[in-house]
């Protein structure tokens, strides 16, 4: 008789792979570990970590407790205080309910439980290998838990094997313990790593304050209040103003229920509430709280949790970007702080010189021959720039489109790129100087401090020396806040803030071991630094570009490979108009 080639796992194997699904990395661990204290009704969550998580997480809370028979209990798999029946499914509020996530992380760490479910009361203790428990005993302990989970993936060395560096685990660490900062205002939060006071959060430190802690001054500045209902759900929280935004999406916050979640259509849905109000990559922050009937949300479709699941997302994507676009009617003034409201003909917009980030209105004019320093709307719906000083019927140079720089010379007709042709010439400016170190370095009259989220700070700290070798010359200024004391030369006159946070976005998504961190950061600077699509251009301006692009080595193509000017001949012309 053939041997059989289906058996059943040993329970040690089918708790390591659950354990998979639920503990990636020491975030996870954190995350899972401070939702079991906020649904045990704690005010007082300190965290302690070692080592980036790997050698130690340890959650301390003064919440309900258990007893020695629950703690046994609750490190089995499936076992929950959160759930009796299905019907338990369709109205969940609590963040944790599965019973996976302590069997879960006691199946690859040595753990520890110490916990009291009534005050006076003696504590219990136990101590877990491998979800194995090895020993119990009475302990000393006011009402609350305390978890320390130590050796993580100590018997997956796989798994251990590939969890990142240091300085990028405990980034992690930290966005997870600020989703729960700023969710949760009414709870006390400190974070310490390696005996060093990373973030504290107090019980009376105000939802606004908690969001500058966690994103930072600079996105939380420009941000305004929302609160709204619709169709069933309310929504409220801080969205950022049109003129303040960010190149990724990594300061948005979407919380359903008060859990943290990754949703498209909540994404998707606050973009669009932006629409035209917005320059192409760019994207608005947020922290956003979304309030729904738990029987309309589906939690329970991955397992940690991250994604949700609605009965009817076309209603929910209507509700909240008509909302948000009703808010921005309220808040007009606020919202549009970077619009221009002029007579667009007197208005002097010169990019190279800007110093703070300008959105500009839709303009309109009669079809008269263009004015020097005014827009033409040509019948095609191309809009056409020509410069002041300039005879507008007799001009030789002038933009179209808000990104063409057009030059006519006798027998040909050059179009110029302007942000590829700016880019190019920053390109070659900063590998030079980074070669050579060579760039002219220019000292800020008046020092530009930005303030930073925890995770941006951790990688701006280990960046200084990068930047400095491009020309700029920033400092640490205490906690998570940089003083720019100096900037390139070449940059001297962009809004140098923006362009050293886009750039420091950029670099988020590297691992730094694996790329030459200069060479990223001279193709980042290079483009967040140039002009943009839009950007009205002097003549003066203009022709200073194309001098500096005729300078340079390589002049035909942006550093990505875009060519930065096209050349229209008369022979083409005729080809097209059929007289040849």
């Not at 989970?149 to 600020?178: C, H, Q, W």
């Not at 960010?246 to 979407?254: A, I």
């Not at 007197?346 to 021959?369: H, L, R």
């Amino acid at each position: 008789m053939a041997e059989n080639k289906v058996h059943l796992l040993k329970d040690d194997v089918i708790g390591k792979i659950s354990a998979g699904e639920v503990v990636e990395r020491p975030a996870s661990v954190v995350k899972e570990l401070i939702e079991n204290a906020i649904d045990a009704a704690s005010n007082r969550i300190h965290i302690d970590i070692g080592d980036a998580g790997r050698s130690l997480i340890r959650v301390a809370d003064n919440g309900e407790g258990m007893n020695a028979e629950d703690a046994e209990l609750a490190c089995l798999r499936h076992a929950t205080s959160k759930l009796t029946d299905m019907n338990d499914l369709e109205k969940l509020l609590t963040l944790g309910f599965r019973g996976e996530a302590l069997a879960s992380i006691a199946a690859v760490s040595h753990l520890e439980i110490t916990t009291s479910s009534e005050k006076g009361r003696e504590a219990a203790y136990l101590y877990l290998e491998g979800a194995r428990v090895c020993a119990k005993r009475p302990a000393a302990r006011e009402r609350g838990t305390t978890i320390a989970v130590k050796n993580l993936f100590y018997n997956v060395p796989a798994r251990k094997k590939f969890l990142k560096k240091e300085s990028t685990e405990l980034a992690m660490i930290m966005d997870v313990v600020g989703y729960f900062v700023v969710s949760y205002p009414e709870i006390e939060f400190k974070l310490q790593h390696d005996g060093r006071e990373l973030l504290h959060a107090p019980v009376n430190m105000r939802l606004p304050e908690r969001i500058r802690l966690i994103l930072g001054g600079d996105v939380a500045a420009g941000m305004m209040e929302v609160d709204f209902s619709s169709h069933g759900y309310k929504i409220s929280g801080h969205i950022s103003v049109p003129a303040s935004t960010r190149k990724d999406k990594r300061s948005q916050m979407f919380f359903v229920n008060k859990r943290y979640v990754r949703s498209k259509i909540l994404s998707d849905s606050l973009q669009d509430a932006y629409k035209s109000l917005l320059e192409k990559g760019r994207y608005p922050s947020c922290v956003l709280f979304l309030e729904a009937n738990p029987a309309e949300i589906d939690v329970n479709i991955h397992p940690t949790k991250l994604l949700v699941k609605f009965d009817n997302e076309p209603a929910l994507k209507g509700s909240i970007s008509e909302g948000l676009r009703g808010m921005f009617d309220r808040y007009k003034n606020f919202s549009t702080v970077s619009m221009p409201q002029s007579d667009p003909e007197k208005k002097s917009f010169v990019p190279i010189s800007i110093e703070g980030t300008e959105v500009q209105t839709e303009f309109k004019y009669d079809t008269a021959p263009i004015a020097p320093g005014t827009y033409q709307t040509l019948s095609s719906g191309i809009k056409a720039y020509a410069p002041e000083g300039v005879s507008g019927r007799r001009c030789n140079m002038f933009q179209v489109g808000d990104c063409y720089i057009v030059k006519v010379e006798k027998n040909e007709i050059m179009v110029t790129d302007q942000h590829a042709a700016h880019e190019r010439i920053l390109y070659e400016y900063f590998s030079r100087s980074a070669r050579e170190r060579s760039g002219s370095v220019q000292n800020l009259l008046f020092p530009a401090r930005i303030d930073l989220s925890y995770s941006d700070s951790i990688l701006m700290n280990k960046l200084t020396d990068n930047f400095k070798t491009l020309g700029f010359d920033i400092e640490h200024f205490g906690e998570n806040s940089y003083i720019i004391q100096a900037v390139p030369a070449i940059l001297k006159d962009r809004d140098i803030k923006n362009v050293v946070m886009d750039v420091l976005s950029d670099l988020s998504s590297h691992n730094l071991d694996k790329i030459d961190p200069v060479e990223e950061m001279i193709k980042y600077a290079s483009c967040r630094g140039a002009i943009k699509a839009g950007d009205r251009l002097s003549d003066e301006e203009m022709m200073t570009l194309l001098n500096r692009l005729a300078e340079c080595e390589l002049p035909f193509t942006c550093p990505h490979g875009r060519p930065t000017s096209i050349t229209i001949t008369v022979d083409e012309f005729e080809k097209r108009f059929r007289r040849k």
